[in-house]
Each structure stands twice: as C-alpha cells, then as structure tokens.
Nanobody
Framework: QAQLVESGGGLVQPGGSLTLSCASS????????MGWYRQAPGKERELVAK???????YYADSVKGRFTISRDGAMKMVFLQMSELKPEDPAVYYC?????????WGQGTVVTVSS
C-alpha cells in the first residue's frame, strides 16, 4: 500500500513560481507512472503532468513550457516546478501514482494565485 504526501502549495503572485513536492512511501520506480492532477472549484480534476517509469513526460497544453515534472529516486519524491503562474492555475494539486490497476492519490495541496 503506497502513500503519497504533497507539500509546497501556497500563495503566489501572477507570474510567480512555486514548486510542489510529492513524497512516496515506496520506491517511486514501482509506479508505472506518477503525475500531478489539479481540481479547481466547480471543475473536474484534470491531468497536469505525468512521468512514466521510463522517464517519458506528458504535459497538458495549458501548462506546456511553464511547468516541469521531475523526480528523485533516492528521495522517493516527484516534483512539479511551476512558473509563470496564471490566474487560471489556482486549484488543489494532487499527486498520483499508478501501479498496474491500482491508483494512489495524495491528500492535495492548495495553490493560490493572487496579487
């Protein structure tokens, strides 16, 4: 049973940067893929970025060029570096991991963009 814990959310001004972290209780390479989702009030949860076990990354069109997903196997962590934050980026950001048909979620961390 894997556990994921996010951290790093907070308040940032438009155009600013923030890095989210996701700590895993198990070796991150046990996951077929790990990713970040977000859910804004009144909206469905959406995939923001993901990285598979081989290192291939995927980004939603809305964050391409602004967000970067990375990982550190020794630390058992996955990161989401966010830059040029926009008013449409605020949401609860969730870390996600998939092992075969099992899907694991963190509790979420809140990102607020406001001047």
């Amino acid at each position: 049973q894997a556990q994921l814990v996010e951290s790093g959310g907070g308040l940032v001004q438009p155009g600013g940067s923030l890095t989210l972290s996701c700590a895993s209780s198990v070796n991150i390479f046990e996951f077929n893929s790990m990713g970040w989702y977000r859910q804004a009030p009144g909206k469905e949860r959406e995939l923001v970025a993901k990285i598979n076990v081989g290192g291939t990354t995927y980004y939603a069109d809305s964050v391409k060029g602004r967000f970067t997903i990375s990982r550190d196997g020794a630390m058992k962590m996955v990161f989401l570096q966010m830059s040029e934050l926009k008013p449409e980026d605020p949401a609860v950001y969730y870390c996600n991991g998939k092992i075969l048909r099992y899907v694991y979620w963190g509790q979420g961390t809140v990102v607020t963009v406001s001047s």
